[in-house]
């Protein structure tokens, strides 16, 4: 079973919506996903109750039961376990740091977004843990100089996953109705992104794997 948690003290960068349309995208792809929601808002368990089909499990679970959850889930035979943590630093996004094979950071492309990403990227570093950048809510189709820069920027903090992940309105209806962007609208933009972001945290943390854990000041 790989682990993978979404992390960053920044609200509001994406963290449920991209771990909710991630684990949809990759149980298309044959995984069998269970999505761990560690945020007191609990907005992975809201979204499991708005879905129809249990073919995604989400828990809460608090940070001290964190690793003997997920002991539960590989025995299970889950193959991939997607973590939701909350804003700020909590002993929750600490635990799902720690029991991660990738951390993905989302960050919107704005000043804010990029230095709080480097607070979440030193605490991956501190904890030996592979990281990856994830930038969302791009304008779509307007490759401006602060996408450029912000994208420029995580790269050389340590590495930015492709593509881009653009605003558009799939993510917030597929949120509503406890959907991922590619079962929303399957031949929309939204859903390629997804489908691409899946294809790209594989092979990410497939490297990681082979290359041993990422060691970056
Ligand atoms: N790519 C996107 N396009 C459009 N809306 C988006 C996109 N990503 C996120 N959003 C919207 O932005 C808001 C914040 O997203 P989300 O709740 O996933 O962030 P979060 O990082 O989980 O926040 P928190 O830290 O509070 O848990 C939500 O209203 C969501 O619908
Ligand atoms: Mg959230």
Known sequence: MRTIAFVTQKGG???STLAACLAVAAHEKGERVFLIDTDPLMSLSKWAKARKSKDILVEWVPAGKLQSAL???AKKGITLAIIDTGAGESPAAAAAIKAADLCIIPARPNAFDLWASELTRKACSAARKEFAFLL?????AQQSA???????ALEAMGGLLT???????DYQEAARHGMGATELNPH????????DLWA????RMARGKSAGVKKAA
């Open 13 to 15: 960068s994406g963290k």
């Open 71 to 73: 002991a539960m889930l």
């Open 136 to 140: 969302n809510q791009c304008p779509p």
């Open 146 to 152: 602060r996408i450029e820069d912000g994208a420029k």
């Open 163 to 169: 593509p881009l992940v653009s605003t558009r309105v």
């Open 188 to 195: 929309g933009v939204a859903a390629e992104e997804m489908r």
């Open 200 to 203: 790209s945290v594989k092979r």
